[in-house]
């Protein structure tokens, strides 16, 4: 009965996500509202504590709210300066076979850019320019929704992780009586690296099967196996960085430097014809392109274009590559600068104990956030860098704040909501129903997965982190309503809890090829307005291979017994 209420927050956002359409900015707003309700009512709690508690959640997705800002901002930044122009023109005179273009562009350069920028700008960046080397626009669409996956656990220096870490730190607090926490959250880095960079290969694969199969003059998947040596290769040159920077520095780093270094691997090895197919592999005419396929109206283009002489690549890139400077000088301890930042103190943090009397324990640390530091301070020496006029500053300001407005909304409300689940309970009951009251929402709805799942759930952890992606649109949100429930899952069912979390983890990676605001937005962005439903349909089967592999690997290590908790401790 409890459990039932408690998930009617949840039951109400999918309803009106995935049944009517609504938007998150709408949906967490209405979910927040019933989840103040039903904790004053319900769970018996002092309306005050409720408003305290509201008050700390949307205070702490200050946090997941700066990365995006400074993630996006650098992007449009670079769009007005005529650097990510410069950066498109490299890819067109790499390759002519639109195997080996898929794999630099649809997959290098979209994890790139996924690592640096994230919340769907892979896609609308890399499906234009695929686009631009001869794709069909749905096609463009679909490859770069498939292959914008396995980087996502670490895009935008690492939020989806970050957040699931914050969400379950609270939870790992408690039972690790104090531990730090830094351990736990490497090893939860860890362990959604590694299924992910296993899975690398075979996703690539897959997406190219499907571009051959559907969009190819042959209709066959043969093109794709002869392929394979080149896409081990470009994967075995992702995925070594990729798993080093998730062990031995954290979720800022997989995807960035990963992208970086597969990106120039794999262009030196087209250049090169190296492992590369002989046989040229060829889209029909565009004549023969099925209505369906095509642009329905003018795609984006970069608004951006430098004035005067062309930039060079080296200056295109160099934002970029500040930006990886900055982020290893603060992130390694050998430095010093991260015992520095990396404080909930002033000048370099705030730190809040109570609000309205309520303890809450809130802290900001701003100078150790990367959307700040370094993100934001490189949007602004890209001005004098690429000395850019006032008014394409201005247009990427208002872009930026423009795409913000919505994510921001969203997660100011969705993480409110989940603090209140995280909180809920209260002595103040007595009676029967003493037990529900005493007990948090979030308690109480892990307690009726367990019992509906029992250890069929390391099957449903995943998809659970799907759906959360599908009826978001983000990755990042999944993390923020389910990492917590996940952790308590698992306690309850005595399952290995960093596993599961990595689970729910990989299945909001794996959840972005099919949710439908990156749908939509890949859509608009190629001009293929009335396709969704076709690429949702095509999308899924991607998505349910990626989540049995992860089943497999992780839920596999589970039921072996493996156990990496950091602490020493069965959950």
């Known amino acids: 009965m409890y459990a039932i209420i408690a998930f009617i927050p949840i039951i109400v956002t999918v309803i009106v996500m995935a049944g009517l359409n609504w938007p998150a900015k709408r949906a967490l707003p209405l979910a927040w509202a019933i989840t103040f309700i039903i904790c004053v009512t319900v769970w018996k709690m002092p309306f005050i504590t409720v408003l305290a508690h509201t008050i700390s959640g949307m205070l702490t997705s200050l946090d997941t709210i700066c990365v995006i800002l400074g993630a996006i901002l650098i992007m449009n930044t670079m769009k007005q300066s005529g650097a990510m122009n410069t950066i498109n023109q490299m890819f067109t005179t790499i390759s002519d076979d639109p195997r080996v ?67 379950v730190q609270d939870q790992v607090a408690k039972l690790a009586s104090g531990a730090d926490f830094e351990p736990y959250k490497l090893g939860l880095t860890k362990w959604a690296a590694i299924p992910s960079a296993i899975i690398c290969p075979i996703i690539i694969f897959v997406a190219m099967c499907m571009m051959c199969k559907l969009f190819g003059k042959e209709k066959s998947i043969a093109p794709a ?38 990106l120039v691997a794999s262009i030196v090895l087209a250049q090169k014809g190296i492992l590369v197919p002989k046989n040229k592999f060829e889209f029909p005419d565009k004549g023969e392109w099925a209505d369906y396929w095509k642009s329905t109206q003018a795609v984006q283009e970069d608004s951006g274009e430098a004035a005067g002489e062309p930039m060079s690549p080296v200056m295109a890139w160099l934002p970029y590559i500040i930006v990886a400077a900055i982020l290893v000088l603060t992130r390694i301890p050998q430095t010093g600068l991260k015992a520095v930042m990396n404080v909930a103190k002033l000048p370099f943090g705030i730190s809040i104990p109570t609000i309205l009397g309520v303890e809450v324990n809130y802290g900001f640390k701003w100078a150790w956030n990367p959307g700040i530091i370094p993100f934001v301070i490189v949007a602004l020496i890209i001005i004098p860098l690429h000395k850019m006029s006032g008014d394409k500053v201005a247009a990427a300001w208002k872009e930026t704040f423009s795409m913000l407005a919505g994510a921001a909304i969203a997660l100011v409300f969705g993480i409110a909501m989940v603090q209140l689940f995280r909180n809920s309970g209260t002595p103040a009951a007595e009676g029967a129903e003493a037990m529900y009251y005493n007990k948090t929402m979030l308690r109480v709805m892990a307690e009726g997965m367990a019992g509906l799942f029992g250890n069929a759930y390391i099957v449903v952890s995943p998809l659970i982190g799907v759906i959360g992606a599908f009826i978001s649109g983000s990755a990042t949100v999944s993390n923020t309503l389910f990492s917590s429930l996940q952790f308590d899952t698992a306690t309850l069912l005595g399952l290995p809890t960093m596993l599961v979390v990595a689970m729910q983890i990989c299945g909001g990676a794996m959840g972005n090829m099919v949710c439908v605001n990156n749908i939509v937005s890949a859509c608009a962005t190629c001009g293929t307005v009335g396709a969704e439903g076709r690429l949702i349909r095509s999308n899924i089967i991607p998505c349910l291979i990626y989540a049995v592999c992860t089943i497999i690997i992780l839920g596999g290590l589970i039921v072996t017994g493996f156990n990496p908790n950091p602490y020493g401790m069965p959950w």
Do not use: H, R, W
């Not at 350069?109 to 994230?118: H, K, L, Q, V």
């Not at 499906?127 to 463009?140: E, N, Q």
């Open 101 to 167: 273009q898929m794999v630099i562009i649809g997959f290098m350069f979209g994890a790139f850019i996924e690592g640096a920028a994230g919340f769907g700008t892979p896609a609308a960046l890399a499906a234009p320019l695929l686009i631009s080397v001869g794709f069909p626009p749905l096609c463009a669409a679909m490859v770069a929704l498939i292959l914008n996956s396995t980087p996502v656990a670490y895009g935008a220096v690492g939020t989806p992780t970050s957040t699931a870490a914050l969400q």
């Open 225 to 262: 196996f002869a392929c394979i040596p080149y896409i081990l290769v470009c994967a075995v040159a992702f995925d070594i960085p990729f798993i080093i920077c998730a062990m031995a520095l954290g979720p800022e780093f997989p995807s960035l430097i990963a992208g970086l270094v597969g």
